[in-house]
């Protein structure tokens, strides 16, 4: 059975190793920021392994406060945000080095590094892209922009690798990591795909402007809403890109251990899936926000639960 969205059940962080009660309710605050915020993500993290999945909701928790720290800050001025934002992160990164922190999120995100041995340069990479959102608003070229993903979403599958684990010790970490950066990287981008109106809310333009150029397109034209043919022509161009770096990642699913497996082949699918809707859509990024619908996230979902327990089985 699937645990209920939001409760993580004693048995799991029982399970996991996780003892005292600050250190408990902190992952139970990062599985509830999964299951509020990344549903796609939150379901596949549930067919894990029950003694691996705190250490993703940390993950996910830690990434996603970040997150809302610099683009849902309430009633703060911009030198606000940046105040706050900074702040923040660099308390962390200490409290990383000190191996301590009282912040509700932190704390287990600290706990999950030690346990896994999660390089400290990874978080720092995060934490660097984060304040890029602070004063970066559009990237030139995609080089530029890999150059932002690297720290905004490759690290995040980087670290998520030795929680997965591999198949067996003839899998080298070094063979893995190019997988888990691609996918990493083309979750980022179906979602900057996706999110082209809201993120121009926000000010922002994270398709490339060389993507933009190519097409016809400037800003403007991109805040007018319209789907017009040059629109149409650059969101496919990017969507093909994503498809590009799924196609690269894929492989590497059969190489992580076989209890992992199907998280990552539900996420992948189902991340994946949301490029099939922006084309049915007819490629409009800009009035609501594109979704797989909730039958399609059952049947993905039930799937990956029936071999992710068969695969617990034959462990």
């Not at 070229?141 to 890999?146: K, N, V």
């Not at 992948?268 to 800009?286: C, G, H, Q």
Request: hydrophobic share 45%.
């Amino acid at each position: 059975m699937i645990p209920r969205r939001g409760l993580l059940s004693s048995r799991e962080l029982d399970a996991a190793g996780i003892r005292g009660a600050a250190l408990r309710e902190s992952y139970r605050r990062c599985r509830a920021i999964n299951a509020e915020h990344g549903k796609t993500y939150y379901l596949a993290t549930l067919l894990l392994p029950a003694a691996k999945r705190p250490f993703v909701h940390a993950l996910y928790g830690f990434a996603r406060h970040a997150d809302d720290l610099v683009d849902q800050t309430p009633g703060l001025s911009p030198a606000e945000r940046t105040e706050v934002v900074t702040r923040w992160t660099d308390e962390l990164l200490a409290d990383l080095d000190w191996g301590e922190t009282s912040d509700p999120v932190g704390r287990a995100v600290l706990d999950t590094v030690a346990r896994w041995a999660i390089p400290r340069d990874y978080l720092v990479d995060f934490v660097t892209a984060m304040r890029a959102d602070l004063c970066v608003t559009s990237y030139e070229t995609y080089a530029d922009l890999e150059k932002y993903m690297w720290g905004s979403a490759a690290v995040i599958g980087l670290q998520m690798l030795p929680i997965l684990g591999r198949r067996d010790e003839t899998v080298r970490w070094d063979v893995l990591e190019p997988y888990a950066i691609a996918l990493g990287t083309a979750f980022q981008l179906t979602n900057f795909v996706r999110d082209v109106g809201e993120d121009l809310r926000r000010g922002r333009v994270y398709l490339p402007q060389d993507s933009l150029q190519r097409f016809g397109v400037d800003v403007e034209r991109l805040r007018r809403g319209i789907v017009d043919e040059s629109i149409r022509n650059l969101v496919a161009w990017e969507i093909e890109r994503a498809r590009g770096l799924y196609a690269q990642a894929a492989p590497g699913i059969a190489l992580v251990d076989p209890t992992s497996r199907d998280c990552l082949r539900t996420a992948f699918t189902l991340y994946s899936d949301i490029l099939t809707e922006i084309e049915a859509a007819d490629y409009d990024v800009f009035h609501g926000r594109v979704a797989v619908g909730t039958a399609r996230r059952a049947e993905v979902g039930a799937r990956g639960l029936a071999r992710a327990v068969a695969a617990r089985h034959r462990r």
